[in-house]
């Protein structure tokens, strides 16, 4: 509206850093609170902190390895939308839900989220990065919407917004660690022990979501029976560990032991397996 090339540029003017705003810095998001009149504690639900290596919302903390930080990520129906026929640019805004590996369509729309793979150091200027895809937003918005079911992508959204608890028994785990044992559950069950995680594409993580949450959904005992037949393993060793009765999911999630969950979710699979092997070996640290 006011000409100006960028946010960052926008936001000098007004005494404020764009970068440390979206970064979460306490002093920007008082400044930018006075400016616009609202006290600080509304904007909380909005804030995203952004640290080294996590990403803090209010629904959750989350390890970048789950964010796509430096794309942004967004429903064009959506955008389309925030715009509106006179292609008001300003109005568009992202969503941090699309900043979330777990979700693959807009929640309101249906439709696969577009990417913008525009300057990594412009990654938060939302209005910037938009302006790269401008001339295929009409396109991408006529997208046809899936049907498929998004179970797992539904459940982590409703936990982000803050929503009615599901009283299911992944309730009982932080979001971050609940939606990525759902996924390698589900691999697990599709592909065996050793799924092939770096070769997945959108599909397969969509596919393998559903599988892990059809599971996840009936609660623990059926994790439990989903993990049966794995502990049929043939071994000569008198030592037994997860690893070697699980493969991949023990690994991913013992790779990941100092973010909040994972260490529950490795006594959850050792309290299963010592049913059929009393003398476990546990890879936990003490
Ligand atoms: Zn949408």
């Known amino acids: 509206m006011n000409g100006m090339e960028s946010a960052t540029e926008f936001a000098s003017h007004f005494g404020f850093n764009f ?3 979206v970064d979460g810095y306490q002093a920007d998001i008082g400044v930018f609170s006075r400016l616009v009149g609202s006290p600080q504690g509304n904007l909380e639900t909005g804030v995203v902190i952004q640290t080294k ?7 959750g903390t989350f390890s970048r390895e789950f964010l796509d930080t430096d794309r942004c990520r967004f ?14 640019l300003h109005r568009a805004y992202g969503r941090v839900e699309w900043m979330l590996k777990f979700i693959h369509t807009c929640p309101d729309h249906g439709i696969g989220l577009s990417k913008v793979s525009g300057h990594r150091l412009k990654a938060a ?8 895809r401008l001339d295929d937003l009409e396109r991408l918005a006529r997208k046809q919407s899936s049907r498929r079911p998004m179970r797992l992508q539904n459940y982590v959204i409703n936990r982000l917004r803050g929503g009615e608890p599901e009283g299911i028994w992944l309730d009982e785990f932080p979001l971050q660690a609940a939606a990525h044992f759902t996924q390698l559950l589900g691999a697990m069950s599709r592909d065996g022990r050793e ?7 959108d599909k397969d993580w969509i596919e393998v979501a559903e599988i892990g ?3 996840v959904s009936r609660g623990r005992q059926a994790v439990e029976t989903t993990l049966e037949p794995f502990f049929d393993f043939k071994t000569v ?6 690893s070697m009765l699980l493969g991949r999911l023990p690994v991913e999630l013992l790779q990941r032991l100092e973010q909040p969950g994972y260490r529950d979710l490795i006594k959850v699979l050792e309290n299963a ?9 546990s890879e936990l640290p003490n």
């Open 19 to 21: 970068g440390r705003l």
């Open 53 to 59: 290596g996590f990403v803090k919302t209010s629904g």
């Open 75 to 88: 429903c064009p129906t959506c955008v389309a939308t925030d715009v509106g026929p006179t292609y008001r």
């Open 125 to 132: 200027d939302f209005s910037a990065q938009l302006r790269t």
């Open 195 to 201: 799924p092939d995680l770096e070769e997945f594409e």
């Open 213 to 215: 949450f059809d599971i």
């Open 237 to 242: 060793r008198r030592k037994v560990s997860l």
């Open 273 to 281: 397996a010592r049913w059929r092997y009393p003398t476990l070996i």
